[in-house]
DNA sequence: CACAATGTCTACCAATTTAGTGTACATTTG
DNA sequence: CAAATGTACACTAAATTGGTAGACATTGTG
């Protein structure tokens, strides 16, 4: 089960996918919205500023707002990233490898390789899904930020 | 990422099924083989047993042992015991459902979808692992209890 | 019947993770 | 300068994880 910091991650990213190319989002506009508890939402919203999705302007009028293209971000970057792995079990994730601890041999290990399976299936899965796959975007009226 | 009592739980159901037709098994010898804490497995054993997949023998000369033949029991079974659920988020779950947090409309929402996608793909694979794919058994000289 | 070897039951506990909150501060605009 | 914002960092309460302790019940053997 992803943690609710994943899940909010990824509603408040839906979120500002949705007002992406008009401008900044205030945070508690985005926890109204999305009815997320505000405070976490700011050592979320930081979280994703510093691992470089997000950019923020402080101050009066300031707020968030996505740095790149919704098409650019894909949930598996943001599930990898807050989740750590996607994998089911350390011997079969490519962020977290650790060796198996159900085997000798790992080449021949049958619940690895299913294990296996089941995380490229749910990283492809993750992967081709797209920040811009989850909203409507209107690209018409985009503005140039001034920051 | 499974916790550690579910690997666990794996593990001695994979060694109990290595085991199946031939008698109890020692928990000191399931903690010995698979290198488990042996406190933390009694527990373990005690709710699969509870749940229905072993038996025990008390006293001396006892043990535990599989119930039922290794082909009848999956992944998927001993995955959601412990985790509780094999989905990734409530909305997509069968056994422990609850409504989307994502969405308005579930029957459009793209997130629930990939998940859900997700989900099933998790469990199919689960399911159609057996404990007995995962052991050579010697059903040859397989013996009788007498309990 | 005594005793050793085993599983059983109930409780307890420490460490870690999760899901936040508190407080003070820095920055920007008007 | 004041108000509106984000920033930093510490703190914490609750839940979960990963166990451990100790007394007890059951069984086989001598």
Redesign the interface.
Known sequence: ??SKKT?YA??AM?HLSSKYGKGVVLISDIAKAE?LPIRFLENILLELKKNGYLGSKPGKNGGYYLIKHPKEIN?AQIVRYF???I????CVSEKAYQPC??CMDERTC??KS?FK??RN??YQ??EQ?KLS??VDLDESDSIMYSI
Request: neutral net charge; without cysteine.
């Open positions: 089960m992803l899940r990824i509603l839906k009815n949930l989740e750590g792995t994998a089911l079990l350390y601890e159900f049958k619940i299913v399976e089941i299936y749910t899965k993750l899904t796959d989850l």
